[in-house]
């Protein structure tokens, strides 16, 4: 196999629509490396996770994007300004039922495709949670820089525990 290829922070996730297929998610979802955003739980009771790997931008009103309801894998296009997504091949069109999905939206529609700028974390620890004021995914012990990959609201988007997570502004100077 090309090296470049498994080495690609999103070929965990082309792994995991293969086993997803097969039936194996709910394990495989946690371990997506960081391409994997875990929104929280939709009204239906599966969970809701963004492939952070699949977002596009192609106009200043929608972003494409791949989540997967539980196993399914759903191709989507976010209408930020409506605050709206449509799913595809139906080409039906969604408003938020749950926080998961709002969280995905809003996470969808703040994401930036840019290469990782960089902020220092003064004053540690300093708790990195799964969403804003979520369960904590880690913490950072020590005076560092860290990636930021954009925000929602005064939350920063950051890889520095291996997944994508949030840390607040507040914690952070750039």
Not at 6 to 31: D, K, M, R, Y
Not at 80 to 106: D, K, V, Y
Request: charged content about 15%.
């Amino acid at each position: 196999m090309n090296r470049a290829i498994a080495n690609h922070p999103c070929f965990a996730l082309s792994i995991f629509s293969i086993f997803a297929g097969l039936g194996l998610t709910e394990q495989l979802v946690a371990s997506a490396q960081s391409c994997n955003y875990f929104a929280g739980t939709a009204v239906n009771g599966k969970s809701v996770n963004v492939d952070l790997c699949s977002i596009s931008i192609p106009s200043d009103r929608s972003v494409d994007f791949v989540y997967y309801l539980g196993s399914e894998r759903i191709q989507s296009q976010a209408n930020c300004p409506n605050g709206t997504w449509t799913t595809f091949p139906e080409r039906q069109i969604n408003r938020p039922q749950s926080a998961a999905t709002q969280r995905m939206l809003n996470v969808v529609c703040s994401y930036r495709e840019t290469q990782a700028t960089s902020a220092f974390v003064f004053d540690p620890p300093s708790n990195v949670r799964r969403s804003p004021n979520g369960n904590i995914l880690c913490s950072v012990k020590t005076r560092q820089s860290i990636n930021i990959y954009g925000s929602v609201g005064s939350w920063y988007y950051t890889d520095v525990c291996g997944a994508i997570g949030v840390i607040d502004a507040g914690q952070l100077k750039f």
